[in-house]
């Protein structure tokens, strides 16, 4: 018998984590990975190695046995790719016409502007004059971001005037990205709504979770987010549900969200399984990367109850200590989970994360941190 084939770009920790979901679903993982040795290239059951910009890659990645479907780990897909996923008659999922608006944030402004959904107050500029005076009417700081390209604080900064992105308008002057300035929002937290959906139309929605950011990447996570209103809760899974409708979605969508007094702004979009979702490997029914396995296969989507009060993910950030495997002998919390990518160690890069499932957050989150300190720091708390 064949197993069926579901294709993979990219090599990182998220395509990594694919690989046991997809081993038990009798599903071929084949991966087109940047390097042999990707995080993703051991555990793959199928391994190309290259670019999504480079032909005879991707022609490889589309061979037979052809896959049922090809998705992402990452939003950098050239449009290129998907005719050539269409000539092998393969969907790719999901498609160009979802995925664009994780690919370039102002035409996900645009599009939540149209679906009426919160947004900040923002505004394409192109020249320094445009920049001061968006600030003049939004405030002393506001945050720029560009277009396209930009991920874990990268390619956004927090500015006070057309002088500290002078670069970014250069750049664009020739041909690079363009600038987006959006109003500096003073939030209580930021809150993250997972969701999943089928090409024929079934929705799941996992619990709300809040994130805490460091430096600009996401270094902790709790589920379901702590002291939430219901009412807030029900909205976040609202403004998911019918993102992932309106816009076609296949797989998992993150909607990274402020909270402001009970009030929610949409933050950004990612359209791939996201690290605030890594708790639900361990902490609930259905792990999103199974979730996103059986959404791209059109499978029936799988329960996402929570298993326990609070579940709480810490990142392992890359420290000194480049032996993260010998520091695990120093971890006497049986009941933490840790996850290693196989990545090399360099400072302040994701090289695995820690899942604890406990009664209540904030003894959750002490034992997953106290784990990920003992990691990062060679079994030294």
Request: with cysteine; glycine share 10%; aromatic share 4%.
């Amino acid at each position: 018998m064949t197993r069926p084939v579901i294709a993979v770009v990219g090599g990182g920790q998220l395509a990594r984590m694919m690989a046991p979901a997809a081993t038990a679903l009798g599903i071929t993982l084949r991966v087109l990975v940047e390097s042999p040795h990707a995080s993703a290239a051991g555990p793959a059951h199928e391994v190309v190695v290259g670019q999504p910009t480079d032909a005879s890659a991707v022609q490889q990645l589309c061979a037979e046995p052809v896959p049922m479907a090809v998705t992402w780990e990452h939003e950098h897909i050239p449009q290129e790719f998907f005719e050539i996923a269409r000539q092998h008659g393969i969907p790719a999922l999901p498609g160009f016409a979802a995925l664009v608006h994780a690919q370039d944030k102002i035409a996900m402004r645009r599009k939540m502007d149209a679906l009426g959904l919160p947004n900040p107050a923002w505004s394409v500029v192109d020249t320094a004059a445009d920049v001061d005076a968006f600030i003049a009417t939004h405030g002393r700081e506001v945050v720029a971001k560009t277009s396209r390209g930009g991920y874990d604080g990268k390619g956004v900064r927090v500015i006070q005037g057309s002088s500290d992105i002078t670069d970014w308008l250069e750049a664009f002057a020739d041909g690079g990205p363009q600038v987006l300035l959006e109003q500096k929002i003073n939030f209580d937290r930021e809150l993250s709504q997972l969701v999943a959906r089928r090409p024929s139309g079934e929705v799941r929605s996992w619990p709300l979770v809040e994130s805490l950011q460091r430096e600009g990447v996401c270094a902790e996570v709790i589920a379901p987010a702590p002291r939430t209103d219901p009412a807030v809760s029900v909205q976040a899974r609202g403004i998911g549900e019918h993102i992932a409708r309106e816009l076609g979605v296949v797989g998992v969508l993150a909607v990274e969200m402020f909270d402001i007094q009970g009030e929610l702004v949409i933050n950004e979009l990612a359209m791939r399984p996201h690290n605030s979702g890594h708790w639900t490997i361990d902490g609930s029914l259905t792990s999103q990367f199974e979730q996103h396995l059986r959404a791209v296969a059109d499978l029936p989507l799988g329960a996402t109850e929570a298993l326990a009060p609070a579940i709480a993910m810490v990142n392992i950030l890359g420290g000194e200590n480049t032996d993260l495997h010998a520091s695990l002998a120093a971890v006497e919390d049986t009941g933490a989970k840790i996850h290693l990518y196989d990545k090399e160690v360099r400072k302040g890069r994701k090289v695995g994360h820690v899942n604890v499932l406990a009664g209540d957050s904030e003894s959750g989150r002490e034992r997953a941190r106290q784990v990920a300190t003992l990691i990062r720091e060679g079994g030294h708390a």
